[in-house]
Each structure stands twice: as C-alpha cells, then as structure tokens.
C-alpha cells in the first residue's frame, strides 16, 4: 500500500505519506490543551516538532459537549491521523484541560513547585482510543490571596530548560539560560508574573489585564470615543505607561478615566486612545508587580525577564518594562512544547535526550 | 373655570388644579438632566420643593433625535403642566444638558471655580414654548490628567450651602455645614471626590468605580460564579475593602482576580463573591484617593466627608471608609435641588431668601 502510494503519488497520499512518516519518527504528542483552543505537538526524540495541529476545541469549546464524549472527539480530531500511525506514542497535556471543567482534573500543586512535583501530580486519562493522556497539574500559591496557574508552569519549565536539549533545529535552540532562578512574565488574558527560586516556581502573581483592557474598550465609555488606529501607536502606549507609573498607587479606577478627559480636552486624539489605554492598563500591571517585589527587596530594574507570549504583545511589554528601568527583558518562543516535552523526559514518558 | 372645579373636583380636575397651584406659588424651575433621566423641581420662594417630576429622557434617551427638537419635546413632556401656568417662571438647568451632546454647551468654567464663576458661566437657550432655560456650566480641573464634571459642581454647591436657607420643611433642612472647606464623595458610576477650599472647588478625584464594577461583573470571568445574595452581604463587603486597601498599590489588576481564586480554593461562596468584589473596587478607590490626598498631607482619617447620592450606596461608602479610619462621613440629602435653587439666587433668578 506504502509502495502504491509512492509510485503514483496524488496530493492527498503525498499528504498521508508524511504524517505516517511523522508519526513513525515522533516520541511524543505533547497537547497545549487551553479554555478557547488545542495545540497539538508531534515530538522527535530530541524534542524537535516534526508536526503541529491546531484546533478551536477548547475546553469551553467542544465539538460535542463533554458528557456525550466532547474531550474524545476533540483529542481525536486533532490527533487520530497521528495515532493511527503511532498508537503507543506517549500522550501529554497542559492546561485547562486538568480543570475542574477540563477531561480529568488534576489538582493543584503548591508552591514552591517543582518538575517533580508536577511530575508526581500527573494525572492519566484513558482515551476511547485507548491511548493514556498524562495531564500535567496546575500550580497553587496558597495564602490569604491564592493565586492559580494552569499551563503557564510547563510554559515557565520550558522557558527554563528548552536550550538544554536543542539540536540542529534553530526553532527549539534557544539562549542557555539560568534554570533555578528567574522572574517570567506571560502577558494576556490574566497576564502572570511568575518567579523562579531553586529551580521551582516559588511563587507568582496574576494580573487580568487583557481581560480588564477589553472590557474597558468594549463595555465603557472609554470605548464609545476610541477609533482603532491604522498601525499601534508605540508613542501613545508609552504615553499611557508613564501614567501608569507615576500615578500606580491612585490606581487603574482614576487613571482610566484620563483616557476620556484627554480627549474631551482634545490632548489625545481618538485613534491614540486604544494604545494609550493599553499603555495605562500594562503600566499599572507593572506597577503592582513592582511593588509586589519591593516586598524582597527586589526591583524591576534588577531583573531580566523572560517573555512569553505572541511577539507583539511581547514586544509592548518589553517597551513598557524599560520605563520602569528595566532593560533586559526578551522573548522567549516555543516555551509551551520545551516545557511539555521537559516535563515527559522527567516523567520518563521519553527517553533522556542525546 | 377655577371654581367649577373647585364645586366638581373630578379626579383630574383635583390634579390639575394642585398642579396649577403648585406653579402658582413656585419661584423656580429646577432641572437636573442628566445622560440617562431628567428631573424637574419646581421650588417656592424658600428653596422648598413643591412638586418633582422625573422622566427617562436623557440627553442620551430623548424621546426624538436631538435635531428633531428633542431637547424641547422632552422638556415640554417634563414641565410643560407647570409652565401652562406660570409661563414667565425661570428655569435653570445642571448636568449633561450643558455638554457637547447637551441642548447647550455650556463651557467648563475651571478650577478654582467659585459659584460665582458657575453663574458667569450660564449659557441660555431659549425653548420652543419660550422660556429661557439658564444651563449651570461644568468644571474642569486642567493639568496633565485633566478631570471634569457636569452636574456634581451644583450638588456640591448645593450640600455646602443647602442648610443655610433651610425652612418649615424638614426635608430641605440639613446640619449646618463649614461653606468654606469640606470634602464631598459623589459615589456611582464615575465616582467623584470633590475638595472645597475657601468656598470654591478646588481640586477633584474622577474614580471609574460604578462602571468598572459593572463591566467586571457581566464582562468577565469574575462574573460566571457569582450568585447574587439575597441580601447584601456587609461581611463580604468590608473583606474586599480590606484586601483593597491592604494590596491599594498592587492594584485592581491583581487583587480583582482574588474573587475568583478565593472561590476555586473554596474560601469564597459564590453569593459573597458580588458583594465581596464591591468592596475590592471600592477599597480600591478609597486607597487611590488616599494617596491623592497625602500629595497635601492630608488623610482620609481627618475628614468628615460629606457623602451625596443612595442611601444604600453612601452606606456602604461610609463602612468603607471606617475602615480607613475615616469615622465622620456622612450623608447630604438634597444636594442637588438646593445646589440649583443656591446657583439661581446667586445668579438673580430668584430673590433672596426670607
């Protein structure tokens, strides 16, 4: 059949032809399983991603609803070609899926967490297939305040340990980093702050800056004037930043409100006033994170954070971390599947790497 | 006619003719139109109210487009019974009604604005049926965050000069206030604190609370778990102001998200998480403005803040701010029609009081 397909190669055998030779080659399937979408990995043994699929079947987003099998169809929509070939590959997974609302829940681990401890807090699902997906736990600061992640700490692993094992794929190959100490930001929906002590996440903070910067534009009058610029406005998010900074401790519930009073005053056009807003909001975030490390000691000119998250949104946030004195932050990319895939080499899911 | 009535006295014909005695004895038509309703005292030659109409017609909710003479329509739905019979009565106006999208524009007069600069600052607009509408302009504080207001000037105005012309009514009678110095809170949705010094409005505070309470609730996460408590819960409300002010310099960011965290960890029921992120948001703008006083050296814990809007709203305010060891705030009824009856006399609308 292989040798069929190979003499008379149509599109769609070409196709098949690659993702059986994917899938014979691959270690793992590692799942970036989140509330709005899934992100399937295919893994070499060096950790290398021969293969990536990506679906809207979040967890808040089924094809079919859970209880009449929504997890199996969506893990088999995104994976089934794969498996089909490679029904003993080891299954992984990160993220909401190990909620409460996710496939199985896998609860908490507490800070300080360690791989280890996410290894230990692994949980197994077995899959219609019959394949068994090890779901990664997520992490909980516990205290007057908790605080919870789930997927981020396989991201602050990967971020941690993904040059270790590069190879000749410039994609997965990254700056070596220090593995047992650093501070990690993921800005988004709810932006965390995570800080790395001894190799384990001591603790983090999360900010719902994303989430609080659209309900602002989409459901306040702050909207009503704003137009969306042609291209981002750096100089009016800078803008909006320095507020931020200046007035952190009045607070976002004061501020915000400059975006209005500018414009009324005609000293912010209405297609500055997303940036600039996005510029008071992250600012603020910032804020608090300084003063949330002022309680060590610490100071956001002191470190050198990692990113991780789309490009540009990095790229706001490094910009925005140099007003507060804070010039070596850098994006990190690939920190999801690095972070799955040093997670199952610990879980001895896949051999230690050459 | 009259005394037809008086022999017959129909339903109607009773109505009527209290309404004509009303705008009989009435010495002022006193409009607080705002974006979203409109309300009209009519007022005796003592300041005293004599009757109250309110409607829905905003400058926002007309009942016909602006351009299609809307501002008169809803005027004349509003006042029209009264001015049938006293047809040469003034009328002053406060409020969004003297903004950009106003039936006037009546130009912020700016900080320090004494009542005499509101009165310089009256712009007239002259009604289909004839009467000259007088329209209290707004205040602008300028600077590099510039605040304004459009309604609150004449409500302070009115709660520091409310009890000095008080009468028989007990409703128009207050504490005697200090007119010269006092700090004045205007909790809602833009919350407003206002400082008064030497009788002008010095400087105020624009706090975004009531709206971003609003948008936190029904437009994002913290909103899915709640569960609206039977009745308000006090406990859970002065929680969140603790966290509030405990956390202020974190931010509204970091510390919001706690409803939610404290819910997943089971330490927050889903009925307390409303009342609970109510004091969080409060907390929040209680602390900021905290911090914009210390600029002058002054603390919350000194003032006896004077508090205008809902009793049930100024309650809560006033546990708040017990918690920031501020103990003599207290709420002004009235502010709003003592504030236009003062701003008339001082403008030669109506004589001086007996």
């Known amino acids: 059949m292989k040798a069929h397909q190979k003499d008379q190669p149509g599109k769609q055998g070409a196709q098949e032809a690659e993702i059986a030779e994917a899938a014979r080659r691959a270690a793992l399937l590692a799942l970036d399983w989140g509330t709005t979408s899934l992100r399937a990995y295919l893994l070499d043994a060096s950790g290398d991603v021969l293969a990536t699929r990506v679906s809207t079947a979040g967890v808040m987003n089924l094809p079919v609803p859970a209880e009449e099998g929504g997890f199996d169809a969506a893990f088999d929509e995104a994976c089934g070609v794969w498996l089909e070939h490679a029904p003993t590959l080891p299954v992984i997974a990160a993220g909401m899926v190990g909620s409460a609302q996710g496939w199985v829940q896998a609860p908490y681990v507490e800070t300080p967490a360690s791989v280890d401890a996410l290894v230990a807090g692994i949980v197994r699902v077995k899959t219609a297939q019959g394949a068994s997906l090890c779901v990664v736990p997520g992490v909980l600061e516990p205290g007057a305040l908790p605080n919870v992640m789930r997927g981020e700490e396989t991201q602050v692993f990967g971020a941690l340990h993904g040059a270790l094992h590069g190879t000749q794929h410039g994609t997965l190959r990254g700056t070596r980093h ?67 900074r200046e007035h952190g401790c009045e607070g976002l519930l004061a501020t915000a409100f400059s975006a209005r009073t500018l414009g009324l005053t005609g000293q912010l056009a209405a297609d500055e006033q997303p940036d600039y807003l996005s510029g008071v909001v992250i600012g603020h975030e910032l804020a608090g994170l300084e003063v949330a490390l002022a309680r060590r000691d610490v100071t956001l000119a002191q470190c050198a954070p990692q990113l991780i998250g789309s490009d540009s949104l990095c790229e706001r946030y490094r910009l925005a971390l140099e007003q507060f004195g804070c010039m070596r932050a850098h994006l990190v990319r690939h920190a999801t599947e690095r972070g799955l895939w040093h997670i199952a080499m610990q879980a001895g899911l896949v051999g230690s790497p050459r």
Request: charge should be positive.
């Open 178 to 244: 220090d593995t047992q100490s650093a501070l990690i930001g993921l800005p988004g929906t709810h932006a965390k702050w995570v800080v790395v002590e001894g190799g384990r996440i001591a603790r983090f903070y999360t900010f719902m800056t994303g989430e609080i910067y659209a309900a602002l534009t989409a459901h306040t009058i702050l909207g009503r004037t704003m137009k969306r610029p042609a291209e981002p406005d750096t100089h009016a998010f800078l803008r909006g930043v320095t507020v931020a």
